[in-house]
């Protein structure tokens, strides 16, 4: 696509133009407080001229949890966004990785209440071009925030509700001023939470270690993907439990992942080196892993992509 924006956007039950979707300007102030969202991606496999998108039905059902808890009604089912996703892929022609952005707000509540019951959620799907940095090799320094992430009882974590991300976002400009490339929060208890956006994985002793659900993350379904890949395919012992800051420290290997930074590196935390200073062997052999998979250029873990259909072509009326 050599436009700088995708042609349809998906916008309560309609494909609209991208020109078409406009909102009044008094929407603004209110509209996604309760807002909640999915980050999806869609691989793109040259070969089969085909773009394999990553746990789409695990993705939307995620969705609907997140809108029952911040009491967000709708008549949509995960099964009609999934149907709605699919179409609006393929009118999108997007023949390159994308990134696949459905978000649940309410709209029209200039002059309500925030605690008035919202209306039906309005939904909204929109794509646009994301490149994979999986094997980019980059690497991230990062710090041990001086912010404490959001907890259950505050601003519950696990799920994608826009308002959470401010949290992350005061963490993340903060590494950045310091000259760090981001930021890992700990829990009001003091343990490794996540960080903006990623949940943090250690390689020590031979074993990977992540925080469990319960220490302020997000319920991340990469998460899960990695955990799945390391045990079955790697062999490795997966452990989930509450993690020191200073295991990071003397870890062999750290890495962030998720939807939007894949598995991604660390090679230093608050300037102490971990392991050589360098990739390390699992989170590479799990980068590795993790492209082929995404892009379908093997058979594992098949039931993870659901194929587009891109080159079927368009199926707008
Ligand atoms: C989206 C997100 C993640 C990663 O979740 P995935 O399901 O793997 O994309 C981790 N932490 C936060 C705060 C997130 O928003």
């Known amino acids: 696509m050599a436009d700088t924006h995708p042609t349809y956007l998906w916008w309560n039950g309609e494909q609209v133009r991208w020109e078409d979707a406009t909102v009044h300007v008094t929407d603004l102030a209110w509209s996604t407080v309760g807002a909640v969202f999915e980050g999806i991606r869609g691989y793109w496999n040259e070969e089969q001229q085909e773009l394999y998108v990553f746990r789409l039905q695990d993705h939307l059902d995620r969705l609907m949890d997140s809108m029952r808890l911040v009491r967000l009604p709708t008549t949509y089912s995960a099964e009609d966004l999934l149907a709605a996703t699919l179409t609006l892929i393929r009118d999108n022609e997007s023949r390159e990785d994308t990134y696949i952005r459905p978000l649940a707000y309410s709209a029209g509540t200039s002059g309500k209440r925030l605690s008035d019951a919202p209306a039906d959620a309005a939904l909204l799907i929109n794509t646009n071009p994301m490149p994979s940095k999986l094997s980019s090799g980059e690497t991230m320094k990062v710090k041990v925030s001086s912010w404490t992430r959001i907890s259950d009882n505050v601003m519950p974590p696990r799920i994608k509700n826009i308002s959470n991300y401010r949290n992350g976002q005061l963490a993340s400009m903060e590494a950045k001023a310091d000259g760090y490339d981001g930021a890992i929060l700990l829990s009001p208890q003091g343990k490794v939470s996540e960080a903006p956006g990623a949940c943090v994985m250690i390689v020590r002793h031979g074993k990977l270690l992540t925080p469990p659900v319960t220490d302020g993350i997000l319920e ?98």
Do not use: H, N
């Not at 993907?225 to 200073?246: I, K, P, Q």
């Not at 892993?289 to 259909?309: H, K, M, N, Q």
């Open 220 to 317: 991340s379904i990469t998460r899960d993907a990695v955990m799945t890949m390391a045990r079955e395919s790697l062999g490795l012992d997966v452990v989930e439990r509450s993690l020191d800051r200073t295991e990071l420290y003397l870890a062999d290997e750290v890495f962030l992942c998720g939807t939007a930074f894949e598995i991604s590196p660390i090679v230093e935390v608050d300037r102490y080196q971990i392991g050589d200073g360098a990739i390390g062997d699992v989170t590479g052999r799990l980068q590795t892993l993790f492209e082929s998979v995404l892009r379908g250029t093997e058979d594992r873990y098949a039931s993870w992509r659901t194929p587009v259909g891109v080159a079927a072509g368009v199926t707008a009326d």
